[in-house]
C-alpha cells in the first residue's frame, strides 16, 4: 500500500482541482498540500523499501498492477514529489490555473507510475499517459510565440517511437509466452527467458529509441530546445528534472536487463552517442546566450554522462547513474525555477542583458550560488559524487570513454560559472521589473534542496547503497546471458496456420 | 397443376426478437404519427423509438445470457450467435444515440426515427445473415434508409449532396457486392454460406497458367475481391472510401453518429463472418487482399486526417483509419483476432458515438460549430463537457488506460500472434500519426477561450447524461478492461459459427 | 468453362474495335482540327440551330407519384406467390400476407396523411 501511496496522492492532487473552478488560490493550497503529502510519503517508502504490490487487473493478457519500491525507484519516486512541490511553489497560474495544477501533478503522477511499474504494459500504459499533460502544458500554457509548434513537437518526438514501443513489447511478450507457458508482461518473468540475439535485436533497438527521445540524448534531441524554450520555467523544470529520468529509468529497468545480449551488441555505439551528446551539450551550453538554453543543454550533456554510465554495463557504473540521475533531478530543477525567478523580475532572459542580481537579492543569489556549485561538481556538494562513481565505472569499462567524459566536466565548471557570472554578478545591472524576493513558502520549499546538496555530497552512501544491490543483480544479468541457451524464436515471416 | 410441396419455414421468433421488436416500434410510430399533427408530440416518438430500442437490447442480453445461442432460423439462413448479439447491441447503442440527439433537431420527425429503426434492423440482420441473398437484402435494407436520413436537413445544399453523393456510390458498391454474389453463387450452386465454405475448399488455388479447374478457381477468387469490394465502401476501406469525408460533413450530426458506427460493426459483422465461415478454408489468397487492403487504408486514412478543420471530416477520416484496423486483424483468420476486432469495436462505439455526442451539443445544428476551432477554450467554458471529450479523444487516440488503448493492444496481440509483423507495424505507425490529429483539438480545449465566439448552446439533459455515460463507459472498459473481456471471450470461445458450419 | 463465354468475348472485342476504329478513321480521314468551324462541332439537329437549354423543367411531382406507384405496385407481386399456394400455406400463409397488408396499408395511409397524392400542393 505504501508502493501505491506517492502515486495515488499525487492522482488525487491531479483531480481536486477540477472541482475547485477558477479559485486560484485555492487550487495551489490544494496542489501544494497533495504534493507535500506525496513527498512524504515518498520518504517513509525510503525507509520501508523494498516493498511490491501484485494486484491482478487483466489476467487473460498477463496484466497485473505490479508495482515496486525498490533502490531503483524509491529515490526517483522522491525526486518526483520534492520537484512537483517546488514547481508548484514556484508557480503563480491565475489566469487559468485548474488546467495548469492538474497537469503538473499528472505529470508527476505518470511519471511515478513509470517509475513504480513492473509490468511492462503497466509501465507503458504510464509512459504513454505521461506525455498528454506535458503535450497540453507546453501548448496551452507556453510562453513564447511558438508553443504550439514546439507542443507539437514535443507530441512527434515522444508518441512516434513510442507507438513503435508497444509493439516491440508485445512481440517480446508473445516471443517469450512458450517459454513461460502464457502471456506475462511481468518483469520478473519475463526476464528468466532467454531469447535469441536476432529477436532482441530490433526489439533493443525499438526500446532504446523510445527511451533515449525521453532523456534526451543526440541526436534525439532536437524536440529539447524548443520545448524547454517555450514553455514556462516551471514545465520546462518538470521535464528536465523529472521527465528526462523515465527514460534514463526505464533503459536501466527494462531495456538493459531484458535484452542483455543486444545490449551488450550496441554498447559500443550508444557510448558513441552518449559521448557526443556529452560534448555537444556542453558545446552549446558554453556559448549560448539565452540563460535558460544553457541549462537546458547542460542537461543534454550531464544526462549524457549518466547515459554513459549505464551504458558502460556494470554495477559501479547503474549504481553511479542513479545517484547521478537523483543529484541532476535536485539541482536542475532548482536551477529551472531560480532562473525562472530571474527571467520574470528581469523580463529577458538573454545573459547579455542580466547582470548584477547579487547586489539586489543577496539571500536569492546565495542559493542560486550553491545550486551552480553543486551542478558543476564541487567536491563536497551532491554533483561531485554523482560524477565520481560514474566515472569510475565508466574507466573500468574504457579508459577511451572516460577520458573524454572527464574533459565534458571541465567545461561544465566553465558554462556554469559563466551562467552565474552573466546573471548574478559582472557590471552592467539589470533593471528589475518586478522585485527579486523570496516568498515564505519558496524559501522553506528551497531549503530542503540546499540541505540534500550538501547531504548527499557528504554521505552519497546513503542514497548508493541502496541502490547496490539493484545495480549488481542488473550487472549479473547482462554476465549470465551469454550463458543459457535462447529459446522463443520469434520471426518475422508470416506464417499460414 | 402439380405443384411442390411447401412447407413453410420454421421460425424460432424468440431468436428474432430484437429485430421485431425494431420493426413493430417503427410501424407503432408511423401509425401513432397518423393521428398526430405534424409538428407536433415528435418528442413523445423520439422517446417511443428509444423505449423500443431498448426492448429490442433487453432481448437480445437475454438470448445473449439464455443458453439458446448459436442458433439458426430461417432454414440455416439467418444464424444467431454471441458474435451477432454483442454487435447486435453495439448497433443498438448507435441507433438509440441517435434518437435522443435528434430529439431536439429539426431534422426529427417520424419518418427519421422509423428509417433510423428499418436501417438498424438492415445491419442487425446483416450481422447474423447466413445466406448470399439474405445478405445483400440487410445490405440494401441498412443502406436504403441511410441514403434518405442523409438529405435529411434540405435547407443545407451539403445535405443534399452528401446524400447524392452517398446514393450514388453506394448504389455503385451495391452492384460490385451482388456481382460477387452471383460468382460466389454460380461457383457454388447454393446460396447457403454453408454450401458455399464447402465448394470453396475444393476449388485448386487461383493460377491462370495452372493445371485443373481454372475457371472455377479464378471465378471463386474474383467473387471474393468483388464481395470485399462491395464489403469495403460500406466499411469505408481505401480506395472505397471517396464518399466518407463529404457525407460526414454535410449529413445531420445524429445520422452521422448512428451511421459512422452502425454501417462499420454491420460490415465489420459480415465480413468477418465470411472470413470464418468461407474464406479460411479455401484455397483463395484471401489474406493478400484483405492486407493490402487494410495498410492503404490505415495509412491513407491517418495522413489525410492530419490538415482536417473540420471536426466531423476528421472523424470521418478517423473512422477510415479504424476500418483499417478492422481489416487487418481479420487478415490473421483465427476467432480469436475476430474477438479481438469485435472487442476494439465495442470500444470504437464508445468513443466515436461520444465523439460524435459532444459535436452535436457543442454545434447546437450549425454548420460553424463542427470547425475545430470552435472549440478553443472548451474546458474553461463547459469544463465537463471538455473533459468527456478528451476522454473521448485520447482513447481514440488509444492512450492507455483507456478503453481505446486495451481494443488496440487486443489487434496487435492477435497480429503479432498471427505473425503479421508488417501489419503490427502499419497500425502502430497509424496510431502514432492519429495522436497527431487528435491533439490539435485537443490542444484547443485547453487554450485560451476565443472572446469572439458566440455562447454555446445549452446541453438537452439526455444528451448530457448519454455523454456522462459514454465518457465514464470509456473510463471504465480502460480501468477494468476484464468487464467486456468476458463478453468477447465467449465470442472467441463459442465463435461465430462452430457447430453449425460444421467446421 | 470459361470457353463458354469465348463468343461473348469476341462480340465484345469486335464492337470495341468498331466504335474506335469509327473514331479513328474519322480523325485520319477528316479534316485537320484547325480546319473545323464551330457550326461543324454542334450537334445536329436537322440543319436547325438549337435554340434551347435541352431538358426540359418538368414538375417533380412526376417522379413522387411514379416512385410511389411503382413502391405500392411492385408489392403487389408478393400476392401472386401466395396466391398459387394460398392451400397449402393455410393459416399461416393467410396470417404472413394480413401482416403485410397492414404493414403496407399503415404505410400508404402515412403517405397519404403527409400529402404524398396531392397534387396541386
Known sequence: ?497 | MNLPLIVPPQVAFSLISPDLALLVTSVVILAVALFLAPEQGIRWLAWLAAAGILVAAGSDVILLLGSQLPATTFSGSLVMDPLAEVLDLVILAAALLAVLLAANRPEASPDYLALTLWSAIGMMVLVSAHDLIVLFLAVEVLSLPLYILCAFRPDRPTSLEAAVKYFLLGAFSSGFLLYGLALLFGVSGGTNLTQVAAALATVGSASLFGHGAIGTALIAEVGIGLVVVGLGFKLAAVPFHQWVPDVYEGAPTSVVTFMSVGTKVAAFGVLARLVDTVFVGSAVDWQGLLSALAVATILAGAVLAIPQQNFKRLLGYSGILNAGYLVAVLVVGSQAATAAGVYFLVTYALMNLGAFAVISAVSGGEMEGVMIRRYRGLFYQQPWTAVAMAVFLLSLASIPPLAGFFGKLFILQALISGHQLVLALTVVAGTAITLIVYGRPLLAMFSPPDPDSPPLPKMPMAVATAIGCLAVAVVAVGLVPGAIVGLVHGVSQIGPLSGISGR | MLTLYLPIVIYFTISLLVCFGIMGASRVIGRPKRQQSVAKLQPYESGIVPEVQLGPKFSIKFYLVAMLFLIFDVEAVSFYPWAVLMRQLRLYGLAEMGLFILVLGIGYAYVWKRGGFQWDR
Open chain 1, 1 to 497: 500500500m505504501l508502493v501505491l501511496l506517492p502515486l495515488i496522492l499525487l492522482t488525487l492532487g491531479a483531480l481536486a482541482p477540477l472541482f475547485l473552478g477558477r479559485q486560484a488560490r485555492a487550487i495551489r493550497l490544494v496542489s501544494l498540500v497533495f504534493s507535500a503529502l506525496a513527498l512524504v510519503a515518498a520518504v517513509v517508502g525510503i525507509a520501508q523499501a523494498p516493498q511490491q504490490v501484485n494486484l491482478p487487473w487483466l489476467p487473460a493478457l498477463g496484466l497485473s498492477l505490479s508495482l515496486q519500491l525498490d533502490g531503483l525507484s524509491m529515490f526517483l519516486v522522491a525526486l518526483t514529489a520534492l520537484a512537483t512541490l517546488a514547481v508548484v511553489a514556484f508557480s503563480d497560474e491565475t489566469e487559468r490555473p485548474a488546467g495548469y495544477y492538474s497537469l503538473i501533478l499528472l505529470m508527476a503522477a505518470t511519471a511515478v507510475g513509470t517509475f513504480l511499474s513492473t509490468n511492462l504494459l503497466v509501465f507503458y500504459v504510464f509512459w504513454e499517459l505521461m506525455i498528454i499533460p506535458g503535450y497540453l502544458l507546453i501548448g496551452t500554457y507556453g510562453q513564447g510565440p511558438d508553443s504550439r509548434r514546439a507542443a507539437l513537437k514535443f507530441l512527434v518526438y515522444s508518441l512516434v517511437p513510442s507507438a513503435f514501443l508497444l509493439v516491440a513489447i508485445v512481440t517480446l511478450a508473445v516471443a517469450a509466452a512458450p517459454a513461460i507457458g502464457h502471456l506475462s508482461f511481468n518483469l520478473d518473468q519475463l526476464l528468466a527467458v532467454h531469447l535469441p540475439a536476432a529477436t532482441q535485436n530490433w526489439i533493443f533497438l525499438l526500446f532504446a529509441a523510445s527511451f533515449m527521445v525521453k532523456v534526451p540524448i543526440w541526436p534525439l534531441h532536437a524536440w529539447m530546445p524548443d520545448a524547454y524554450g517555450e514553455s514556462r520555467p516551471q514545465v520546462a523544470a518538470m521535464l528536465s528534472g523529472v521527465l528526462s529520468k523515465t527514460g534514463l529509468y526505464a533503459l536501466i529497468r527494462f531495456a538493459f536487463p531484458l535484452l542483455p545480449e543486444a545490449a551488450r551488441l550496441f554498447a559500443p555505439a550508444l557510448a558513441v552517442i552518449a559521448l557526443i551528446s556529452i560534448l555537444y551539450g556542453a558545446w552549446i551550453a558554453l556559448t549560448h546566450r539565452d540563460g535558460r538554453m544553457v541549462i537546458a543543454y547542460s542537461s543534454l550533456s550531464h544526462l549524457g554522462l549518466v547515459f554513459l554510465g549505464v551504458v558502460a554495463l556494470n554495477a559501479l557504473g547503474l549504481d553511479g547513474a542513479v545517484l547521478q540521475m537523483l543529484n541532476h533531478g535536485i539541482y536542475a530543477v532548482a536551477l529551472f525555477l531560480l532562473f525562472g525567478m530571474v527571467e520574470e523580475a528581469a523580463g529577458t532572459r538573454l545573459l547579455a542583458k542580466l547582470g548584477g542580481v547579487a547586489g539586489r537579492a543577496a539571500l536569492f543569489a546565495g542559493f542560486l550560488w550553491i545550486t551552480v556549485l553543486a551542478a558543476l561538481g564541487l567536491p563536497g556538494l551532491n554533483g561531485f559524487a554523482g560524477e565520481f562513481l560514474l566515472l569510475l565505472g565508466i574507466f573500468r569499462t574504457s579508459q577511451v570513454w572516460a577520458w573524454i567524459a572527464i574533459a565534458a566536466v571541465i567545461f561544465s565548471a566553465a558554462y556554469f560559472i559563466r551562467l552565474f557570472q552573466l546573471t548574478a554578478q559582472g557590471a552592467t545591472e539589470v533593471e528589475l521589473i518586478r522585485p527579486l524576493r523570496l516568498s515564505p513558502i519558496r524559501f522553506a520549499v528551497l531549503v530542503p534542496f540546499v540541505v540534500l546538496m550538501v547531504y548527499i555530497g557528504f554521505a552519497p552512501a546513503q542514497v548508493t547503497s541502496r541502490v547496490q544491490p539493484v545495480a549488481q543483480s542488473i550487472a549479473r544479468l547482462e554476465a549470465r546471458a551469454a550463458l543459457t541457451q535462447p529459446v522463443g524464436n520469434y520471426s518475422w515471416e508470416a506464417s499460414r496456420q
